[in-house]
């Protein structure tokens, strides 16, 4: 492998850029980093880094061709969900095999995905799209609860709204309506921000599935447990666990079911990541992306070889074969520490006391003194990971609620009140 080249896509606010760097040198890659700042890297510069806009690449189209014809590019990877349709642009403007554009935004814009998944004969919410400045008497019309309401095209459960009742509708649409309107946002979406979806609410077990695709064909590599409860009216997931508990039938059922999403999106290559509820009536896809889970949650993920999931996903865009990596060790689990108040950030306490608590291996805080904190569903950050290692599913998860106590948020002007 060694001398092979690719460019990798890390925004700034990306939590993946040491792993995926550090997979690089371990296989010797030649690298191109393209960003929107180069700043993020600090200590771990890339070969050769690009900063640009994403949604103007064009302009850089020359320097990056240059770098490829130069370096013999075999894959252009976006490592999370802001970057994938502009490796998907980049593939096919430099003429490197990529999952297709259509496809990519299919698994970006959840209406569009619902539709191609309804068609493929997936167990279907029912569900319908109406323009964010409709009259929400015409919606009472169409709908039926409980149900769930959230954009298209926001991740990490933003904006995910449960309404159980009539008078629950004039609040979510307007907080919604808030958030939709923020500029980042409409920037980002365009006209997507003008539409809320409304589904059916599923009830039921929810797991996550973490996957790579070669050629079409999908190779799970783990299914994330989440042992808490997830029945709104927001869903901030908190645990996630692996391996699964769920029986082998299930999990074959589960497999299927992604193989069949898969193809319905046009996924070809790369890693996906899915989640899905499991109740008597079948399993019930909520998401699939094309791209890996998201924040540091891949460190609880290893691979036979000390492999990570980021060195997986560069084996599996320069053709290796992944098929029989198999995780190692006990079952692992992380927190995702969550915001649950509106304020600015001072400090965090009580991380010393969390790090002792038995069955914890890190701790890592992604927030810093001055930052604006919301809690979901117009939030979108968590205040960092808690990561635990054990004998069985129930002594993680005890751990990290354990660890979870011990810590104290500390704002200096509290907004919720």
């Not at 994403?54 to 075999?74: C, M, R, T, Y």
């Not at 809320?196 to 299914?223: D, H, Q, W």
């Not at 965090?348 to 890190?362: E, F, H, N, P, S």
Request: glycine fraction near 6%.
């Amino acid at each position: 492998m060694k001398n092979s080249a690719v460019i990798l896509i890390i925004p700034s606010a990306s939590y993946r850029t040491g792993s995926f760097m550090n997979a690089v040198r371990k296989l010797d890659l030649k690298v191109l980093v393209i960003s929107d700042k180069s700043q993020v890297f600090s200590d771990k510069y890339p070969d050769y880094l690009i900063k640009i806009n994403f949604n103007h690449w064009k302009d850089k189209s020359a320097e990056i061709s240059k770098w490829a014809k130069n370096n013999g590019l075999k894959a252009v990877i976006g490592v999370d969900e802001e970057s994938i349709v502009l490796a998907a642009n980049l593939s096919n403007f430099l003429h490197v095999e990529h999952n297709s554009i259509e496809s990519v935004l299919l698994t970006k814009n959840k209406y569009l995905m619902r539709n191609e998944l309804k068609k493929a004969g997936v167990c279907s919410p029912w569900f319908k799209r109406f323009s964010i400045h409709e009259s929400s008497n015409k919606i009472i019309d169409e709908i039926s609860f409980p149900c769930v309401i959230k954009p298209t095209f926001l991740s990490g459960s933003r904006g995910v709204i449960r309404l159980n009742k009539k008078r629950e509708l004039f609040d979510g649409i307007k907080t919604l309506h808030e958030l939709l309107s923020l500029d980042e946002l409409r920037k980002r979406a365009g006209k997507q921000s003008d539409y809320i979806l409304f589904e059916e609410y599923i009830p039921g077990k929810e797991v996550a599935i973490e996957g790579i695709v070669s050629e079409g064909k999908l190779t799970v590599l783990a299914i994330f447990d989440k042992p808490e409860l997830l029945e709104g009216p927001t869903f901030e997931e908190k645990i996630i666990v692996t391996p699964s508990v769920l029986t082998k039938k299930i999990q074959y059922s589960l497999f299927e079911t992604i193989q069949i999403v898969v193809k319905a999106l046009g996924i070809l290559k790369g890693p996906v990541h899915a989640e899905a509820r499991i109740n008597k009536n079948g399993n019930y896809i909520l998401e699939c992306a094309s791209r890996s889970i998201g924040g540091l949650c891949s460190k609880v993920l290893e691979f036979q070889g000390g492999i990570s999931l980021e060195e997986l996903i560069l084996r599996s865009y320069l053709g290796r074969n992944i098929e029989k990596s198999k995780l190692i060790g006990n079952a692992r689990g992380v927190m995702m520490m969550p915001t649950e108040k509106k304020g600015i950030m001072k400090e965090i306490r009580g991380v010393t006391d969390a790090l002792v608590v038995k069955g914890v291996t890190d701790l890592q805080i992604t927030v810093k003194p001055g930052e604006k904190l919301e809690p979901l569903p117009k939030g979108d950050r968590y205040l960092g990971f808690i990561f635990a290692e054990g004998n069985d599913q129930e002594f993680v998860t005890k751990a990290l609620k354990n660890a979870w106590s011990k810590i104290e948020v500390v704002l200096e002007n509290d907004l919720s009140k």
